[in-house]
Nanobody, 112 residues
Framework: QVQLVESGGGLVQPGGSKTLSCAAS????????MGWYRQAPGKQRELVAS???????YYADSVKGRFTISRDNAKNTVSLQMNSLKPEDTAVYYCWRAANDWGQGTQVTVSS
């Protein structure tokens, strides 16, 4: 049973930073491609970033240069470092395991 548990969400001011973490279990983490999706009200779910078993990374154009995805195979965790946050980054952020597993999500609200 795949388990993906997000943490680190909350309220942050525009221009601020926040780090999301995902604790993974129930599969061989080091061999899996992992990532983060987000969904804002009225918008479709968007792949924000991903990282492969070989540490190849992908970023959506909307977050490129501001967000950094990383993984720690010894701890079975994947993180998303978010810098220079904007109000349009407000969304529920979901940890993802390729191809079809998602966590329950954590709310990130960027507002003054």
């Amino acid at each position: 049973q795949v388990q993906l548990v997000e943490s680190g969400g909350g309220l942050v001011q525009p221009g601020g930073s926040k780090t999301l973490s995902c604790a993974a279990s129930g599969f061989t983490f080091r061999l899996s491609t992992m990532g983060w999706y987000r969904q804002a009200p009225g918008k479709q779910r968007e792949l924000v970033a991903s990282i492969s078993w070989a540490s190849n990374t992908y970023y959506a154009d909307s977050v490129k240069g501001r967000f950094t995805i990383s993984r720690d195979n010894a701890k079975n965790t994947v993180s998303l470092q978010m810098n220079s946050l904007k109000p349009e980054d407000t969304a529920v952020y979901y940890c993802w395991r390729a191809a079809n597993d998602w966590g329950q999500g954590t709310q990130v609200t960027v507002s003054s």
